[in-house]
Nanobody, 124 residues
């Protein structure tokens, strides 16, 4: 069992930065890939980024590529999402999720555990 809790969301002006954290409980967290997804009002949940269990593989959605960076510290049971050059269209609730597979996935159905989400609002 893995429990996830996101933090670090808030209100920021366009062009600014935020760093989200995903803190996990459970001794086996280091065996899970962790993905970030987001959902804006009235829209479907969208893949943002994923990092493999070892941290050596990352993958990003096209809309955030070059602006967001995902990383992890398994000693701290935490995954981070550094978000730079934020745009109003990045406004959404951001979720982290854990996937027990060794292959990184971008589809929600592969993820076993989800956090409650943290709101990110980017003003123009």
């Amino acid at each position: 069992q893995v429990q996830l809790a996101e933090s670090g969301g808030g209100l920021v002006q366009a062009g600014g930065s935020l760093r989200l954290s995903c803190a996990a409980s459970g001794r086996t967290f280091s065996r899970y890939a962790v993905g970030w997804f987001r959902q804006a009002p009235g829209k479907e949940r969208e893949f943002v980024a994923v990092v493999s269990w070892s941290g050596d593989r990352t993958y990003y959605g096209d809309s955030v590529k070059g602006r967001f960076t995902v990383s992890r510290d398994n000693a701290k049971n935490t995954v981070y999402l550094q978000m730079n050059s934020l745009k109003p269209e990045d406004t959404a609730v951001y979720y982290c999720a854990a996937d027990s597979n060794t292959v990184v996935h971008t589809k929600e159905l592969w993820y076993d555990y989800w956090g409650q989400g943290t709101q990110v609002t980017v003003s123009s």
